[in-house]
């Protein structure tokens, strides 16, 4: 009996000692998920306990670290329509997606959660698969060492923006391990300063293209930020997504107008305007590069008409229609989108509109507003577009004589940075009118071989060329014979270039109301470059030889801005590829 008894009471001990450690985990196990109040409460450190997907048949659990989420399949291939399953924390809740049994991870790949603080906790995710070349991404680099990232799902190779990188001249690196076995890549130099790349793998006979580009997300303000909204009409995002139409009446942060010689000031004495500043500190075009937040000043801007239309370059092809007759308006042009050009001169085809060329003839070839120029040379920044219908900043003309115009590529090159212009002691000769006498300025060291356009249109000024917001001397020596930077324009007009991620896009500054404020064409560049055009160039200004001309732009056969009613001498027009 005292055996028997002794074993049973060794059995009780050994059974209450099981239980106190299941308790004891069990407590763990809830104290992880309480907040610091020991309330009972269930707030929890992180907004699931588990996440799965289902794509292409086959469920993968996502391997947590940080806020990282990698998906590591075998076999899928397709990842547009995936089904996700996620355990969410009590307080949290699944902000994006939006429907978990229609994940599309080729859109945005990306979990966010919503937190007991109200405050959004996003989830980077990333996916690879034994299915698909990439096999290591942490194998394939940048020559520069700029940070790259790969997603597998949108099939993307995305590098960091960095402005030291020649965006013309990008190499990837692909160690041994970063692709499947038997896979090659086509070519590993590519050039991005316009526009993305394609990134050919072949595999077993068969090409498996990734897209190579570059986020620019760092040096592009967003829109909203700006003052802009979003007025697309409905029926253009569903037939052309890749076009996107804003408006701004309020502005904010905008540089001040600089103070100007009106009615129409040609120089400026920045010892004048600006005491206590040297040449090259007033110089500043779209403000101090170095601190734009403090020179010349930003303010808001109350009752503006600007709007900006973006579209995808690589979705749209642009031409110039050019009207002898100087009557040419915007219905009068079959297009998507169309916008006005230049005004009406008072020149006639020698002058006064710029030089002006399309369909194999001149139809003018001198700079405008000038009364004599140096000779055998005609020189400023241009647009143009290809036989293809792309477009293009960076076109120069040289004039052999007449109305023999060659069109010829810039290299583009600073302008010196002498203290001072016009002083009498000359080291650097200046391309400005001093009474009737112009100095020369051989700009033909600028120029680099035939450029393949059918038509061009001289944008002047020139605020920014490939990303660089340029100084007033800048614009002065490389770009023509006048050196009013837009300060004392007042009115409506027309702006093009190019944007950093890869889009054609237009400005128009109109008033559609009385009592609507005014901008210059610099403070409309200044935002422009904050928004992130690379290129900008003025096209058709209302100023004193124009008189009350009124731009305008048209989308899919409606009115957007300005007006369809004066004439110009040529319209842009741009269809769908």
Not at 208 to 217: A, E, F, G, N, V
Not at 533 to 558: A, F
Request: aromatic share 10%.
């Amino acid at each position: 009996m005292k055996t028997e008894s002794l074993f049973l009471k060794r059995c009780f001990w050994m059974l209450f000692s099981i239980l106190g450690i299941m308790l004891g985990v069990s407590c763990s196990d809830s104290d992880d998920e309480m907040g610091d109040e020991g309330d009972g409460g269930t707030t929890a450190t992180t907004p699931f306990k588990l996440v799965q997907v289902e794509a292409d048949g086959e469920k993968v659990q996502g391997a947590v670290d940080g806020t990282t989420i990698t998906f590591a399949f075998d076999q899928a291939e397709s990842f547009s329509d995936c089904k996700l399953t996620v355990e969410v924390n009590t307080g949290y809740q699944l902000t994006y997606p939006t429907d978990v049994n229609s994940y599309d991870m080729t859109d945005d790949p990306d979990l966010y959660f919503k937190g007991p603080d109200g405050k959004t906790v996003k989830y980077k995710v990333i996916v690879t698969s034994n299915a698909l070349p990439i096999v290591d991404s942490s194998k394939i680099t940048v020559d520069g060492g700029y940070k790259l990232t790969v997603n597998n799902a949108t099939k993307e190779l995305v590098i960091i923006y960095d402005r030291n990188m020649d965006r013309s001249n990008v190499k990837l690196n692909f160690a041994e391990g970063a692709l499947m076995a038997g896979a090659m890549v086509e070519t590993v130099v590519f050039d991005l300063s316009d526009e993305p790349a394609t990134v050919n793998i072949k595999v077993a006979g068969s090409n498996r293209p990734y897209t190579l580009k570059i986020d620019y997300s760092a040096i592009m303000t967003p829109a909203k930020d700006l003052g802009f909204v979003d007025i697309t009409d409905a029926a253009v995002k569903e037939k052309y997504p890749y076009i996107t139409i804003m408006r701004a009446t309020l502005l904010n942060n905008v540089i001040k107008q600089k103070p100007t010689k009106k009615p129409n000031p040609d120089w400026w004495n920045p010892n004048e305007d600006y005491p206590g500043m040297t040449q090259t500190e007033a110089m500043a075009v779209l403000g101090d590069l170095k601190d734009p937040a403090t020179y010349p000043g930003l303010e808001n801007y109350e009752n503006v008409n600007l709007t900006v239309l973006t579209m995808d370059a690589a979705k749209v092809k642009g031409r110039m229609e050019i009207d002898d007759r100087n009557s040419l308006t915007l219905s009068e042009v079959k297009g998507l989108v169309t916008v006005t050009g230049r005004a009406i001169g008072s020149k006639g085809n020698e002058g006064g509109r710029g030089i002006l060329y399309g369909n194999n003839k001149i139809y003018s070839w001198q700079l405008p507003w000038m009364e004599k120029q140096p000779e055998n040379i005609q020189f400023g920044w241009h647009f143009g577009f290809t036989a293809e219908g792309k477009l293009l900043c960076d076109v120069a003309t040289t004039n052999t004589g007449g109305s023999k115009t060659k069109l010829q590529k810039v290299i583009f090159n600073e302008a010196n940075i002498s203290e001072d212009i016009g002083d009498g002691v000359e080291l650097y000769r200046e391309p400005y009118n001093f009474g009737h006498q112009v100095f020369d300025f051989d700009c033909h060291n600028y120029l680099n071989g035939d450029w393949n356009v059918v038509s061009a249109a001289y944008g002047y000024p020139c605020f920014a060329k490939d990303g660089q917001a340029l100084t007033y001397k800048q614009v002065l020596g490389n770009n023509g014979f006048s050196d009013s930077m837009g300060d004392n324009v007042y009115g409506q007009f027309i702006m093009i270039g190019k944007t950093f991620d890869g889009k054609v896009a237009i400005a128009i500054v109109s008033k559609e109301n009385e009592g609507d404020s005014e901008l210059t064409p610099l403070q409309a560049a200044y935002v422009l470059n904050k928004m992130g055009w690379k290129d900008i160039m003025c096209v058709g200004v209302t100023d004193w030889q124009s008189g009350s001309w009124k731009p305008g732009l048209m989308v899919d056969g409606k009115l957007v801005a300005g007006q369809d009613t004066d004439g110009s001498v040529f319209v842009m027009a741009f269809d769908a590829k």
